[in-house]
Nanobody, 124 residues
Framework: QVIEYGGGVVQAGASLSLSCTVS????????MGWFRQAPGREREMLGV????????WIADSVKDRFRITKYNDRQVGYLLMNSLKPEDTATYYC???????????????????WGQGTQVTVSS
């Protein structure tokens, strides 16, 4: 089971951290991906992190503002977002898939487990 936490409404320029837990699997053996989807737009892959948390990839569109971390000892992953803009408004999803995880992953890479998503709204 994948669950995201931490969505909400923030003002432009603010920072927000989303967390993700994955239960029922060997957390260390699973890579984690973060995605978002805005109304009327295709799902966008924001970044992924390997199971060991030693490798990460962040999309060019957000790499200057977003960061991904994973703490295997606590079995939690994070999407850290800074300098948020109204165009970052979307539903954000966490997903998990067993290693090996291709870096960088192709846009249509199949993740096995998905969360329900958490809404992030950035007001101007």
């Amino acid at each position: 089971q994948v669950i995201e936490y931490g969505g909400g409404v923030v003002q432009a320029g603010a920072s927000l951290s989303l967390s993700c837990t994955v239960s029922g699997v060997n957390f260390r053996a699973y890579g984690m991906g973060w995605f978002r989807q805005a109304p009327g737009r295709e799902r966008e892959m924001l970044g992924v992190i390997g199971g060991s948390a030693r490798t990460t990839w962040i999309a060019d569109s957000v790499k200057d503002r977003f960061r991904i971390t994973k703490y295997n000892d606590r079995q939690v992953g994070y999407l850290l977002m800074n300098s948020l803009k109204p165009e970052d408004t979307a539903t954000y999803y966490c997903a998990a898939t067993p290693e090996p995880l291709i870096m960088p992953p192709p846009p249509n890479y199949n993740f096995d487990y998905w969360g329900q998503g958490t809404q992030v709204t950035v007001s101007s």
